[in-house]
């Protein structure tokens, strides 16, 4: 008896359990009018919200191509040139237009010091020497700056010498004041012939890169050859720019120096006819 009853308890406690499990599984898969309607709703707007994507999708696509690019600098674009032709090569160049324009700089200084007002030096001196002699004329051109007015000074210091010694002497100096306006002129002619050289140069070795490139490749596609020859092309423009600079500044200077050396020569040869004179009226 007592089994029975167990046995009894035992099924009305799994039955028991049993029903509460399906119990739970038909509410669950059971869905409200009210749960039916909000999915359908947010079905609905997410079908619009991927419509609207859709249709954006080609405005956005054409605003982007037609974003403006960037536009670089002078100075990056410069920079990216310099990379693409090869730093090693054109350092040099570089080198070139930097010591060239070194020298240019230094030379435009010391002719623009060397420039004076040559007729009011001349008039200058020959007031001095007719109302206090030769030491008058010879502290006006102490205390002028340029070549002529050295110049001036030494023939005036050799005047007790003699007309002749004073021609000598002006001759002699006038050589020694070309030589210091045309120092160091001749590094710039050799910057100007050095820079297309170089530039010759790395083309000769981006073409070399090109044809190893196409040996090891096998294959003549321009992709494979276009850095080799962009490395040429380069180096060549660069040297010729840097040639090109630096010529028309080495003009400009040759010129500066004709100019004054040709105001030596007129100055000087007031000199003489001023001294001549001197000489005369004081017999």
Not at 33 to 46: F, I, L, N, T, Y
Not at 47 to 55: K, Y
Not at 106 to 128: F, G, H, P, Q, W
Not at 189 to 210: D, R
Request: proline share 2%.
């Amino acid at each position: 008896m007592r089994k029975f009853l167990a046995v009894l308890a035992v099924t009305g406690v799994l039955t028991f359990g049993v029903t509460n499990v399906v119990n739970a599984q038909n509410e669950e898969g059971t869905e409200t009018p009210e749960m039916v309607e909000a999915s359908a709703d947010s079905g609905a707007a997410e079908e619009v919200v991927v419509e609207e994507v859709e249709e954006a999708a080609p405005e956005v696509a054409a605003a982007v191509e037609e974003a403006p690019e960037v536009e670089k600098t002078f100075h990056q674009a410069v920079k990216a040139k310099f990379i693409e032709g090869d730093a090693g090569f054109m350092s040099f160049v570089a080198l070139a237009l930097i010591l060239g324009l070194a020298i240019v700089i230094e030379r435009i200084i010391y002719l623009s010091m060397s420039s004076s007002n040559t007729t009011k030096l001349v008039n200058d001196v020959e007031t001095a020497l007719n109302s206090n002699g030769i030491e008058a004329a010879k502290e006006i051109c102490r205390n002028t700056a340029g070549p002529v007015a050295s110049i001036f000074y030494q023939g005036l210091d050799r005047y007790e010498e003699g007309i002749d010694m004073v021609e000598k002497s002006v001759i002699a100096y006038g050589g020694v004041q070309v030589g210091q306006l045309e120092k160091n002129v001749s590094w710039i002619s050799l910057f100007i012939a050095l820079a297309p050289m170089l530039g010759f140069f790395g083309t000769v070795i981006g073409m070399i890169s090109a044809f190893d490139a196409i040996a090891a490749a096998n294959n003549i596609s321009p992709a494979i050859v276009a850095v080799g020859i962009g490395q040429a092309l380069i180096t060549t423009v660069s040297g010729l720019l840097v040639a090109m600079v630096l010529q028309v500044f080495y003009n400009y200077i040759v010129s500066k120096i004709d100019a004054i050396t040709n105001d030596m020569e007129d100055a000087s040869i007031s000199l003489i006819d001023i001294l001549v004179k001197y000489q005369h009226n004081n017999k």
